[in-house]
């Protein structure tokens, strides 16, 4: 990497610690531009050459998490040894830590920017959730070449009902502030179990 491309990814790296570090404090309604600038040690000027809103800046935070969570999902899979239901779980478990880590009001940001504007948002999203997708399919074909499950099973359509019935429960939780963890995590592991457990070989 050049030295060009150090400083801007120096000059990135200072602007998301600066807007974590302000909105942990302040709140993401109470944290402006300017703010992040000043903390970041940069004009306001140049943030706006990085990022052009509020919006962005939230979406490469959480994107961020998104790297991680699927790395402790990753290996998860590769360390599994029985039970696929406690498989989908697990990486059900990392998902909601992820968003649980942080105010679900930053993820209902990035929700509703995802939903209105950012192609190159949009296309950020369409991989995670393309890698999410695979991931899920990974955990099932290992499952299976255990002989935990049936070779019968299509492990592409199940893994489509999967990935939807967890795109949905996670949607739910981001966007509804009533909903509890341990509530949405149950009747999250309910539905999987209706799921796999007619096809699990014992």
Same mark, same amino acid.
């Given at each position: 990497m050049s030295l060009r491309a150090r400083k801007k990814q120096q000059a990135r790296n200072d602007i998301l610690n600066a807007a974590e570090k302000l909105i942990k404090q302040r709140g993401y309604s109470d944290t402006t531009m300017k703010d992040i600038a000043e903390v970041a040690n940069m004009s306001y000027?140049?943030?706006y050459n990085y990022f052009p809103t509020k919006s962005t800046i939230?979406?490469?935070m959480?994107?961020?998490?998104v790297v991680v969570a699927a790395a402790r999902a990753e290996a998860l899979i590769n360390n599994y !040894?029985?039970?696929?239901?406690?498989l989908i779980n697990a990486g059900a478990k990392i998902q909601l830590d992820m968003v649980s880590s942080r105010d679900r009001h930053l993820w209902r940001e990035f929700v509703a920017e995802?939903? !209105?504007n950012s192609q190159d948002m949009a296309e950020a999203v369409e991989h995670t959730d393309l890698s999410a997708h695979a991931r899920i399919e990974r955990a099932l074909k290992v499952t299976q070449q255990a002989g935990h499950l049936k070779t019968s099973v299509d492990v592409v359509v199940m893994a489509n009902i999967i990935y939807n019935t967890t795109e949905m429960a996670f949607l739910a939780y981001i966007m509804r502030p009533d909903l509890k963890r341990a509530d949405m995590l149950q009747a999250f592991e309910k539905e999987i179990s209706l799921i796999i457990s007619p096809y699990l070989t014992s």
């Open positions: 000027q140049t943030l939230v979406q490469s959480l994107l961020k998490d !040894v029985s039970d696929p239901i406690g995802y939903m !209105v």
